[in-house]
């Protein structure tokens, strides 16, 4: 299980998913992703504990968001799944950056 303890008196955020690209969301996002081995990775705020994440691919969309489709073990039980994430929120921190740049 890959968690991080909340720091004394730290309340973990709850990340919040984000929906599907739609066509109506204008046009579709540049995706990106990194090389097996060099993907960043962040901390996901789940359940009230901090969850590490492996980045597969980030889109950049049209109105200037920034999703991260993530791997991550949402509830400690080894069974990864792939969740998407806007970057920024409180519920997600960088754990590393990536060690090389991602490729289109």
């Known amino acids: 299980m890959r968690t991080r303890a909340a ?10 998913e984000a929906r599907p690209w739609r066509p109506e969301d204008g046009p579709e996002p540049q995706v990106w992703v990194w090389p097996y081995g ?12 901090w969850r590490r994440a492996t980045v597969r691919a980030r889109q ?27 970057w920024p929120q409180a519920g997600l921190r960088l754990a590393h950056r990536g060690s090389a740049p991602p490729i289109r």
């Open 7 to 16: 720091t004394d008196g730290e309340a973990v955020p709850e990340a919040v």
């Open 38 to 49: 060099t993907e960043p990775a962040l901390w996901v705020g789940v359940g009230g504990q």
């Open 60 to 86: 950049d969309h049209a109105d200037g968001r920034t999703v991260y489709q993530t791997l991550v073990d949402l509830d400690g039980s080894s069974e990864v799944l792939t969740r998407s994430y806007q």
